[in-house]
C-alpha cells in the first residue's frame, strides 16, 4: 500500500531559526513529490514540485530535497518567520492520483 | 486569473437531505479531483475524472456521486448515503500527461451536518 507520512506532526520554534520537515514515502515509484502550505481553513497553496529525476528545487527561502532510493523528501525553511505559521503538506505522485501526508504543524513564535 | 473556485465556502446539510458541492476552473486542465479532508488526517481521494463524462471512483467514494459534464466543471453531491459528511472538502485539478505540473487546488468548502 502506498502511504506517506510526515514527522514531525507539529513544531513551535522561535521566529529567525532554520527547520526541516521530514516526509517519507512507501513506494518508491514515484512522478513527483510536491510541498503544500495550507493555512487555517483554506485550500492547498503550492509551493515546490520536485520532478522524480531531480535531487533538489529551490524557492526563496525554501528548498525542497528528493531522496527516491530511501522513500524520503525534506523541506528546509530559512530564516523562519510568523508567517510561515501554517500546515505544510507533502504529496506523492503515482501517475493516477497524489497520495498526501497528514501534514505538519508550524507555529512560527515571534 | 486562471484558478479554480469551489462554492459554497460553508454549507450545511440536514440528516437525509443530498447536498452539492461545486467546482469550476478556467485553466483548460484535463483531469480534476475531488478530496476530504477531516482533522488530523490527510487528504483522501473520493473521485477524480480525467476526461469528460468519465469518472474514476478514489479510495472513499461510497455515498458520493459525481459528473463531468463539461471540463470545467467537476460537481460533488454528498448523497443521504453517507453516513459521516462534516468535513472539508477540497477539489483540485492537473494536467493530464505532464510529469511537472502538479496539481491546483481551490480553497475549499466546509459541510456540517445539522
Known amino acids: 500500500k502506498q502511504e506517506v507520512t510526515q514527522i514531525p506532526a507539529a513544531l513551535s520554534v522561535p521566529e529567525g531559526e532554520n527547520l526541516v520537515l521530514n516526509c517519507s514515502f512507501t513506494d518508491s515509484a514515484i512522478y513527483n513529490l510536491q510541498w503544500f502550505r495550507q493555512d487555517p481553513g483554506k485550500g492547498l497553496t503550492s509551493l515546490l514540485l520536485?520532478?522524480?529525476?531531480?535531487r533538489e528545487q529551490t524557492s526563496g527561502r525554501l528548498n525542497a530535497s528528493l531522496d527516491k532510493s530511501s522513500g524520503r523528501s525534506t523541506l528546509y525553511i530559512a530564516a523562519s518567520q510568523p508567517g510561515d505559521s501554517a500546515t505544510y503538506l507533502c504529496a506523492v505522485d503515482y501517475g493516477q492520483n497524489f497520495v498526501f501526508g497528514p501534514g505538519t504543524r508550524l507555529s512560527v513564535l515571534p | 486569473d486562471g484558478g479554480i473556485t469551489q462554492s459554497p465556502k460553508y454549507l450545511f446539510r440536514k440528516e437525509g437531505q443530498n447536498v452539492t458541492l461545486s467546482c469550476e476552473q478556467n485553466l483548460n486542465h484535463d483531469a480534476m479531483y475531488w478530496y476530504r479532508q477531516d482533522p488530523g488526517q490527510g487528504l483522501r481521494l473520493i473521485y477524480y475524472?480525467?476526461?469528460?463524462?468519465?469518472?474514476q471512483k478514489g479510495d472513499i467514494a461510497e455515498g458520493y456521486s459525481v459528473s463531468r459534464e463539461k471540463k470545467e466543471s467537476f460537481p460533488l453531491t454528498v448523497t443521504s448515503a453517507q453516513k459521516n459528511p462534516t468535513a472539508f472538502y477540497l477539489c483540485a485539478s492537473s494536467i493530464v500527461g505532464v510529469t511537472n505540473y502538479g496539481y491546483t487546488f481551490g480553497s475549499g468548502t466546509r459541510l456540517t451536518v445539522v
Open positions: 520536485i520532478q522524480s529525476s531531480q
Open positions: 475524472s480525467q476526461i469528460v463524462n468519465d469518472f
